[in-house]
């Protein structure tokens, strides 16, 4: 039996029809991609939060795929990719954040490239060889150029979008608390790109927090905020960040708020995931309705 965790690995594992291999999951900013409800749920969940390495050990897993360092990284909380070794288990950290510099110390990392797509696709094709079902492994959807990066990027030039700044918040303790922002150059990073436009943090540290002072500093023009269905903080739902942002006396003056450029995003979209090319189709799409509708 297998064990992956972190919502990306569990994701494509479902992709390629490994359910009846997964004897768990964990982490789940979001619900589950609706194609894959019916096989999800015949996998057993530990926690849709950050999971105690004692749970994990005790589903005598033989194989451990996470998503993101802070779950097996250098400086993860959890567990360490040496304490799984210890015990004769393998595990599999995604190449989308094996890549990352070492130039933060935080659980996220940094990155010093651009993330790409390919990383993602890289990902996929590793996991369907380790479990041997090669057959099953990615087609052109997630590429770069695939029919989903076109047609997102058409869709922007469409709505004019070229030049844009866009600020990714993904979720804040509260209102008063630094905010975690996306990263330069992350996958929101990325989104931003395809859309024509550059990210207005600068920061290369993946997940940065950054106040609000320094947020309104960077006078973006679109803000993206995530929707996530973990219900951690109140501020997970994207309802609660927009109020905020519309009727705090300073984060309302920004650009983005005054011209109403705000817009909803899946929040796990935001992370290097198979869902990130899609997050970038809808956002564009949100963004030309606004447009259209402003014309009229």
């Known amino acids: 039996m297998r064990w992956p965790w972190g919502q990306n690995s569990a994701e494509i594992l479902l992709l390629l029809g490994l359910q009846d291999r997964m004897v768990g999951t964990a982490f789940w900013p979001s619900h589950v991609l609706p194609q894959l409800a019916d096989a999800n749920a015949k996998v057993k969940l530990l926690t ?3 999971p105690r390495l004692e749970s994990i050990l005790a589903e005598d897993p033989d194989f451990v795929a996470a998503a993101l360092p802070s779950l097996i990284g250098p400086n993860s909380k959890v567990a360490k990719r ?7 288990v393998p595990t599999y950290l995604s190449p989308g954040t ?8 935080d659980a996220y990392g940094s990155r010093d490239q651009l993330w790409s797509p390919e990383l993602a696709y890289r990902e996929i094709d590793d996991l369907s060889r380790i ?12 590429r770069p150029e695939g029919p989903r990066g076109k047609k997102a990027r058409q869709t922007a030039e ?5 030049g844009k700044s866009y600020l990714f918040w993904f979720s804040s303790p509260s ?17 931003a790109t395809v859309l024509g436009g550059r990210n207005a943090v600068t920061n290369e540290t993946e ?14 023009d679109v803000i993206i905020v995530a929707t996530l269905d973990r219900n951690r903080w109140e501020l997970d739902k994207p309802e609660a960040k927009i109020k905020y942002l519309t009727t705090d006396s300073a984060t309302r003056e920004m650009p983005a708020v005054k011209n109403g450029a705000i817009v909803v995003m899946d929040g796990s979209a935001m992370n290097p995931s198979v869902r990130t090319i899609y997050g970038a189709e809808q956002v564009a799409e949100s963004l030309a309705k606004k447009k259209s509708a402003a014309d009229k």
Do not use: H
């Open 48 to 50: 849709v939060e950050m």
């Open 82 to 88: 040496e304490d799984f070794e210890k015990m004769g």
């Open 98 to 105: 094996c890549l990352a510099s070492g130039t933060a110390k």
């Open 131 to 142: 479990f041997d079902v090669p057959a099953r492994g990615p087609g052109a959807d997630c």
């Open 158 to 162: 469409k709505a004019g979008l070229a």
């Open 175 to 191: 209102p008063s608390a630094d905010a975690y922002v996306a990263g330069k150059n992350s996958a929101s990073g990325y989104i």
């Open 207 to 220: 997940w940065p927090t950054a106040s609000w002072e320094s947020i309104i500093a960077t006078q973006p």
